[in-house]
């Protein structure tokens, strides 16, 4: 005690400052912080019957999230969509997201749709209500998606159908893929895989 007392008055003798040590003070979260940390559980959507479905049901697999329309040229990839969810199932779960922004491919109505799919590719991955993935009408989903500010990692949004968006176990965006990318595709399947 003596010892601390003497080098407290030392300190004093040579002018030092005896402070309390201050504990930084807590600052507020600001709006891009808090909205990079949103992830895709936090959106409801419709099937393709119109049923709400929360995408957190999804938890810990990951998600391929495509815009797709039953009268493009890329149409065919609806075959590969459904190879990926039946071949690696196990890791990551297709959704599909009808979408007639792009050349008036997908004019059906959701019943059209679904009978399409199920008829000329026997899709059984889910699918859900046409949606808008770009301009003034984007759903919700699309437009977080689509926002760096908003999912911390990407502003790509679909140029055309059949655009991917992988999103990790935890539901958040890890990588955009244009429509060029094949599904069954080495690229894809190795991000799938990490």
Request: hydrophobic share 40%; aromatic share 10%; with cysteine.
């Amino acid at each position: 005690m003596k010892v601390l007392l003497f080098c407290a008055a030392a300190a004093l003798a040579a002018g030092a400052r005896l402070t309390t040590p201050t504990i930084p003070a807590m600052t507020e979260t600001t709006a891009a912080e808090t909205a990079a940390k949103a992830t895709v559980y936090d959106f409801t959507v419709e099937d393709i019957n119109g049923k709400p479905v929360k995408l957190s049901q999804y938890k810990g697999k990951k998600l391929l999230i495509v815009n797709t329309a039953s009268e493009c040229g890329y149409t065919p990839q609806y075959k590969e969509l459904e190879e990926l969810y039946k071949k690696h199932g196990d890791k990551v779960t297709v959704l599909g997201f009808p979408a007639n922004n792009f050349g008036g491919q997908e004019p059906g109505t959701n019943l059209q749709i679904a009978s399409f799919c199920e008829k000329n590719y026997g899709v059984t991955f889910p699918l859900f209500s046409k949606v808008s993935v770009t301009g003034a009408d984007t759903a919700p989903l699309y437009q977080f998606l689509g926002d760096k500010a908003k999912n911390g990692v990407t502003d790509a949004k679909p140029t055309w159908n059949f655009c991917k968006y992988l999103i990790d176990e935890k539901g958040n965006v890890v990588g955009f893929y244009p429509s060029k990318v094949k599904p069954m595709s080495e690229e894809l399947l190795a991000a799938i895989q990490k």
